[in-house]
């Protein structure tokens, strides 16, 4: 019989926090890849993720920052992947959200294993090189999981008028970027939501032209060549597919270091894509954390897949057999590598 398919997910920042310290230790202990990593880093005198992963206390000054929040949340992602019982599941595409393009990259083969690391704890560094703004976090979805389409023009108006922009579309929430005083502006004339804005510490103007200089460091310090032709079909933040045979390396390096980083990042038109082009038994999103399983769901809903058509509806078939296999979570996991 063919093994069931999945199209295997890769989270971006804000997965790796207090719940998850220790998610090296406990699922990925004394792998060989581990000490790689560890040593690449060693070899720029930046400290070994499992002592960042095995320190006694999660401290949000320390583990939250981009340059030890990227490199933890890519090992653990990446290792997962490693993970992945191969003769249970024909993987049949990768994706990610934000940062998760980096996992996915080294996923699918477009990088290796080094260079998908490198290239994770680089822009770890790197996306703290910006001019002035941040991140807001805008909830549109209610209780059910539905968006009122009413709202989100407003919210799209309100934007519009205090010049913020869209840096992540993600399931029935919206993740807004900009200047500090527009984002407060903004804050200040938003209708009323399902729940108040979050602003995002630590978290820059991601995917707007404001990342400009973390764009032109990118392009300054990991080459073209270490690019190449996915083994397995990457699903980018656009909704567009890189397929091996048809894809062109420096295209791949240049969308990643310049649209990826300077223009919105549509993870709602990945997860999209990736149900309506390869209708998958499967979504397998890769630990740390499973924050991201709730955007998942309200996609799933606003396409009204499978026929789930509200938050109970989702609820309901993860209760029957798992569509979505959260590898961060317990009682999923074994699923995926077992």
Not at 158 to 176: F, P
Not at 200 to 221: C, E, I, K
Request: glycine letters at 10%; one cysteine or more; aromatic letters at 8%.
């Amino acid at each position: 019989m063919a093994k069931p398919t999945a199209v295997v997910v890769c989270p971006g920042r804000g997965t790796y926090n207090a719940p998850e310290l220790g998610y090296l230790a406990r699922h990925h202990g004394g792998n060989p890849w581990l000490a790689r990593f560890d040593a690449l880093r060693a070899e720029v005198g930046k400290p070994a993720l499992t002592a960042l992963d095995g320190a006694a206390k999660f401290d949000p000054a320390v583990h939250l920052r981009g340059d030890v929040a990227a490199p933890l949340i890519h090992a653990c992602a990446y290792l997962d992947y490693l993970a992945i019982a191969r003769d249970k599941f024909d993987i049949v595409a990768v994706t990610g959200n934000s940062m998760g393009w980096y996992t996915a990259l080294a996923c699918a083969g477009a990088v290796s294993g080094e260079h998908g690391f490198a290239i994770a704890d680089a822009m770890g560094v790197n996306s703290q090189n910006h001019a002035p703004g941040g991140q807001s976090v805008l909830v549109l979805a209610g209780d059910d999981w539905t968006v009122d389409p009413a709202l989100e023009t407003a919210v799209l108006a309100a934007m519009a008028r205090h010049d913020v922009l869209m840096s992540i579309r993600l399931g029935g929430m919206l993740v807004v970027a900009g200047a500090p005083e527009a984002l407060a502006a903004l804050e200040a004339d938003l209708p009323p939501l399902p729940r108040p804005p979050l602003r995002l510490a630590g978290h820059g103007p991601f995917h707007t032209p404001l990342m400009a200089a973390s764009a032109s460091a990118a392009r300054s310090q990991l080459p073209v060549e270490w690019f190449g032709a996915p083994q397995i079909p990457l699903i980018d933040g656009r909704g567009a597919i890189w397929r091996g045979p048809e894809t062109v390396p420096r295209a791949l390096w240049d969308y990643t270091f310049g649209h990826q980083i300077l223009q919105s990042y549509d993870f709602t038109a990945a997860i999209t894509v990736a149900l309506r082009e390869f209708a998958p038994d499967h979504l397998i999103l890769l630990g740390p954390g499973e924050t991201l399983g709730g955007a998942i769901g309200q996609v799933l809903v606003a396409r009204k897949w499978l026929d789930i058509s509200s938050r109970n509806g989702f609820v309901a078939l993860q209760g029957e057999d798992a569509f979505l296999i959260g590898m961060g979570r317990p009682g999923q996991r074994e699923h995926a590598i077992q």
